[in-house]
């Protein structure tokens, strides 16, 4: 059983942001992008500010587990 974390840098909001996934699914890397900018742009106001101060993103199945910078909690969406 390969338990490996895997790391990529994927672009949001200008700059660098972390990714952590078991599997190495860059399907899954293309979705959360989509994702991330789709509710940026149209997602519910306390969505946005979260994404404004994310820190980093982990994938676990088909939802992507967001860690903010600046607020308590993590923030969980679904890729599917």
Excluded: H, W
């Excluded at 840098?9 to 990714?19: A, H, K, N």
């Excluded at 599997?23 to 979705?31: F, L, P, Q, S, Y």
């Amino acid at each position: 059983m390969n338990t490996d974390v895997k790391k990529v840098i994927i672009q949001f909001r200008d700059s660098g942001l972390p990714v952590y996934c078991k599997e190495d699914n860059r399907r899954k890397i293309d979705i959360l992008q989509e994702v991330l900018e789709r509710k940026l742009m149209n997602g519910k106001r306390s969505v946005q500010k979260y994404l404004t101060t994310l820190d980093s993103v982990e994938i676990e199945g088909s939802e992507a587990i967001l860690y903010s910078t600046s607020e308590r909690g993590t923030l969980a969406l679904s890729l599917y």
